[in-house]
């Protein structure tokens, strides 16, 4: 009788179970992650956008409860102090005078985006209670920013902030930072009566370098005191330092290359202190840091830098290069005189403190005047 000889297997590259490298779950951990990630962000959104078009919906059942009785203001404000009561019992916190104010104002406010502008319930908005999560006159903002833009009295203006901030997926202290800044304002002054428009129903679009720039640039983030001296080398490290800041106040579409940028020919050396990209203009923006007054000189200067990345470092298929001299002051006739008028160079001014609402506001009504009268 043969003896059974027992062939002992190789085990050698198989692992035993239990006993699998921590590491080699990674990727489904990545993945798993991930989609934990994009549900409860989806999650979020809807309840963003459900709360926005629920209130907007109580808004409309107030407005119209008013309009079926009396229309004196002490009705209204007794029948929504009754409503606030009941509802804050019932529910919780959320349903204060004020915020029911705010959803009338909301309603009263957008309802002329309502498919038909409608102003009366309809397929789009039942009366039974319920609130569809399909097509409406809103973007993906949060109730808070909603709140923000009521704010907000001219219509334009209140637009363009609505578009820019969902575009731009705004935070509601981004949102505010960005009206405190009359972020609106600074690009309409620089743009005609189609331009203005233009912001209002389709926010800021960019198709050339004047789209971009504004006046003046709002640098209040740097922390730097006006009053207390500061070398161009302390503004340029504040602004690296502060780089997400300062690419949201350049506007759309840019991207830090690099500060400090050397390049030379006939054996000189030169510096540009920050280069930049624009994704949506394709092409290069060149800076240039200046604290004391703009001078010809320094335009002239602009110029050699902007020719330079022309035919040095821009490829074919890519645009001309933008030079942006960044200044504390600067004269308008100088920068007429100096340069073409067909110029990519631009010089703007810098404020290291919000500018007056008022003041803008002014002048942009002023501005708007004078249009109206060279027509």
Known sequence: MKKKIAVKKSTRGKSKPGKRKPGGYGPLIAEVRGLIHSARQGIATAVNTLQVRTNFEIGRRIVEHEQKGAKRAAYGTALLQALSARLTDEFGSGFSLKNLENMRKFYQLWKARLPGKSQTPSAESPVAGKVRTGSGPFTLLSWSHYVELLGIEDDGERSFYEI????????????????????????????????????????????????????????????????????????????????????????????????????????????????????????????????????????????????????HVKLPDENPTIGLLLCKEKKDAIVRLTLPPDTNIHARQYKLYLPSQELLKKKLLEWVDEQDASE
Not at 196 to 203: D, T
Request: hydrophobic share 40%; charged share 30%; net charge neutral.
């Open 164 to 311: 820019e901030a969902s575009s731009g997926n705004w935070s509601l202290r981004e949102l505010r930072r960005q009206k405190a800044s009359c972020l609106y304002e600074r690009l309409a002054l620089s743009r005609n009566k189609a331009g203005v428009k233009q912001l209002a129903e389709k926010g800021q679009v960019v198709t050339r370098s004047e789209d971009v720039l504004k006046e003046p640039l709002v640098l209040e983030f740097l922390g730097l005191d006006e009053k207390a001296g500061y070398s161009e080398t302390d503004l340029e490290s504040a602004l690296i330092t502060h780089l997400e800041k300062f690419l949201l106040e350049l506007g759309k579409g840019f991207l830090f290359e690099a500060r400090q940028k050397r390049f030379t020919f006939d054996g000189d050396h030169f510096f540009l202190d920050l280069v930049f990209y624009n994704r949506l203009l394709r092409c290069y923006m060149v800076v240039d840091l200046k604290l004391e007054k703009l001078k010809h000189q320094d335009l002239g200067q602009m110029q050699m830098y902007v020719n330079y990345f022309d035919r």
